[in-house]
């Protein structure tokens, strides 16, 4: 593929969605400023439309911003001299750095650091929906809802006037998966940032 390909896509993304993503450049996080090139790094992929990236990104975040709660729930948000930076993360770090997402929505909730309707969301839907079937690629959760079977219509170069109606189950058939995959990357990919972008901004 040619480097023109790349730069014709590339530009018709900037000029096509920078100016209703440019917002989310514009952003100060006092607790989590550690966070800022990953927040910069999911809006250059929304603006490209890399939706999967997007949401996997967005995953990351997620993940990210709990653990951080939690080892700055335990730290205090208070300057810390760099000479006692060690001996202060060290503990919190080895506590809660490896800890899974459900453990870490499930400590959140117990030290009051989210409610109980964001428990709900984070752990009921975002967990199982766009965290497991994105960054664990398993598509049978996010294509639950679409029917098991769907009407399709198959053409012949032979007899092209004639159409054979064929019933396929398009949830295990590895092309038709890609497919409805990527269609649903493309719809949620900017609503799933934009709500953890928002929950990040007031954490803690």
């Not at 202060?88 to 909730?109: A, D, M, Q």
């Not at 029917?147 to 159409?163: A, I, K, V, Y």
Request: with cysteine.
């Amino acid at each position: 593929m040619k480097k023109e390909v790349f730069e014709k896509a590339f530009k018709e993304g900037l000029n096509k969605n920078f100016n209703k993503y440019s917002k989310y450049f514009d952003f100060e996080f006092y607790v989590y400023p550690e966070l800022g090139s990953l927040v910069f790094e999911i809006n250059k992929c929304l603006i490209i439309e890399f939706s999967r990236a997007a949401i996997t990104l967005t995953n990351h975040l997620l993940e990210r911003v709990l653990k951080l709660s939690l080892i700055y729930n335990e730290t205090g948000i208070r300057p810390i001299l760099t000479d006692n930076w060690v001996s202060v993360f060290t503990e919190p770090n080895k506590k809660f750095s490896s800890i899974n997402l459900g453990s870490s929505i499930e400590k959140c909730k117990k030290e009051g650091l989210i409610t109980d309707d964001e428990k709900v969301v984070l752990f009921d839907t975002i967990r199982n929906l766009m965290r497991n079937g994105f960054s664990h690629a398993d598509p049978n959760i996010v294509l639950d809802k679409i029917p098991d079977e769907s009407t399709f219509f198959q053409g012949s170069f032979t007899n092209p006037t004639e159409l054979k109606k064929v019933k396929l189950n398009q949830k295990i058939i590895p092309v038709f998966q890609s497919i409805q995959m990527e269609n649903f990357a493309k719809e949620n990919a900017f609503p799933y940032f934009d709500f953890i972008f928002r929950f990040t901004s007031v954490a803690l």
